[in-house]
């Protein structure tokens, strides 16, 4: 229960300052609120439009390999659920940051570097999918939004071919 205060508290404080991200296709994040110094690994994060009008907004958040991110694997993490923003994988699980378990005490959770994540060896990226999960939205009043593994998958795919970040990834050349 303690987890779940600390992320609500993080998601309540972060969710203005992402909103004012929406407007960018992407942004690189250097400093986050409970994290001491500028973060030791690139963050990226930002919305890619799929769909036909680019009415679904899949938020990401992007990681590279601390390693060597130009040789080393690309990994696409969904969180199960549905329903759940990915971002529980990024900090809770495999991620370059995680809280500092405490007792809650009413001021921000402290972040700290997680030396022990999966971008230790690969890039990540983690999508908040299906759409109306974490912060992605839908634009339009349409069917979009419906739930379902087929909608879900042409989604990550055109997320895939859209996004930009991953050109240098062999596995998306044509």
């Known amino acids: 229960m303690k987890k779940l205060n600390s992320l609500c508290h993080l998601l309540v404080i972060l969710h203005p300052f992402w909103?004012?991200?929406?407007?960018?296709?992407?942004?690189?994040?250097?400093?986050?609120?409970g994290f001491d110094g500028p973060l030791p690994f690139?963050?990226?994060t930002g919305y890619i439009g799929v769909g036909e009008a680019?009415?679904?907004q899949l938020f990401y958040?992007?990681?590279k390999s601390e390693r060597n991110p130009?040789?080393?694997?690309?990994?696409?993490?969904?969180?199960?659920?549905?329903?759940?923003?990915?971002?529980?994988?990024?900090?809770?699980?495999?991620?370059?940051f995680r809280f500092q378990q405490?007792?809650?005490?009413?001021?921000?959770?402290?972040?700290?570097?997680?030396?022990?994540?999966?971008?230790?060896?690969?890039?990540m990226i983690f999508i908040?999918?299906?759409v109306g999960t974490g912060f992605s939205y839908v634009t339009t009043n349409s069917?979009?939004?419906?739930?379902?593994?087929?909608?879900?998958?042409?989604?990550?795919?055109?997320?895939?071919?859209r996004v930009s970040i991953f050109a240098s990834f062999m596995f998306l050349e044509s």
């Open 143 to 161: 069917s979009a939004i419906r739930p379902g593994d087929i909608v879900q998958v042409s989604h990550a795919q055109e997320f895939l071919r």
């Open 70 to 96: 130009e040789e080393d694997p690309l990994l696409l993490w969904l969180t199960g659920g549905p329903g759940c923003s990915s971002f529980s994988g990024l900090a809770y699980e495999v991620g370059p």
């Open 61 to 63: 958040y992007f990681v």
């Open 42 to 44: 690139d963050l990226e």
């Open 102 to 123: 405490a007792e809650y005490n009413g001021t921000l959770p402290t972040l700290v570097y997680n030396p022990n994540s999966w971008t230790k060896v690969a890039s």
């Open 54 to 56: 680019e009415e679904v």
């Open 128 to 130: 908040d999918s299906p």
């Open 19 to 33: 909103l004012s991200l929406a407007a960018a296709a992407e942004s690189t994040i250097n400093y986050l609120p």
